[in-house]
């Protein structure tokens, strides 16, 4: 890594036969004094893979399928941590940001350094990942609360304990007293401080956003007005509302002025 002595060797491993839970894997393994080298690839494996799309919708490989073929190094973070973090927004952005930096620092790329030309992309709850560095977001969730007041008793709604145990995570007292099923200040604070973008920070680059209209995991008012604050306040932002589709759909409908 530039301007930082490497004390841990960045282990090549081997491409697994077939799936295993990630307390049987080495490549989840974090080896010692893995905190002296911020900003480090500290274990690299290898995938091609092939997906069956859901119900006709692209998988997310469709489109790394199409970075790649223009050239483009692709980086797709884990950005939910060992955990599961699933919806823990602040800690999905720093993952994100880590991957970027590690990536820019490796020798991965011959030729390349910091001053790379990149982008992000994040759609859904991946815009949450990417809403402290991103310049696409896509299909945002940005008011935690309304949405669980949107889903609940839909398709949707095991999102919600699911979201609940995937903030908590980064949170040992908060995850005791959901899992005691408990209500307690310090859960509405956990959500609060993870759940709605906007309030960890303000974008400082361009921004192109695009929704459904009719998306019925997240109303398109509350995306309205995370944009209409982040104008307010300075922000380079290109906003397309799309009149056709809804949550999923947008996927496929708004990749392509993506």
């Not at 400082?204 to 019925?216: D, G, L, R, S, W």
Request: charged share 15%; with cysteine.
């Amino acid at each position: 890594m530039l301007g930082i002595k490497r004390t841990v060797q960045c282990v090549t491993l081997p491409v697994l036969s077939g799936p295993v839970p990630p307390s049987s894997d080495p490549f989840y393994t974090v080896p010692p004094n893995f905190h002296s080298v911020p900003e480090d690839i500290l274990r690299l494996r290898l995938y091609s893979i092939l997906l069956q799309p859901f119900n006709g919708i692209p998988a997310s490989s469709s489109d790394i399928s199409e970075a790649l073929g223009n050239g483009w190094y692709v980086n797709v973070p884990d950005h939910e941590d060992l955990l599961a973090s699933f919806r823990a927004g602040v800690q999905s952005g720093h993952a994100t940001l880590d991957s970027i930096r590690a990536l820019l620092s490796s020798n991965l790329h011959p030729g390349h350094n910091r001053d790379t030309k990149h982008t992000m992309w994040g759609y859904s709850g991946d815009s949450l990942a990417n809403a402290i560095t991103d310049t696409t977001l896509g299909g945002l969730i940005s008011n935690l609360t309304n949405i669980f007041n949107n889903i609940t008793a839909s398709p949707y709604a095991g999102l919600i304990p699911s979201a609940l145990l995937g903030i908590t995570t980064q949170f040992a007292e908060a995850h005791e007293y959901l899992l005691r099923g408990l209500e307690d200040p310090i859960i509405k604070k956990v959500v609060y401080s993870q759940g709605y973008q906007g309030h960890n920070g303000v974008l400082q680059m361009p921004i192109f956003m695009y929704k459904a209209i009719h998306n019925e995991l997240s109303a398109i008012k509350d995306t309205n007005t995370l944009v209409e604050r982040y104008c307010g306040i300075g922000v380079e932002i290109w906003y397309h509302r799309n009149e056709v589709g809804r949550h999923i759909t947008e996927i496929t409908i708004g990749r392509g002025s993506s």
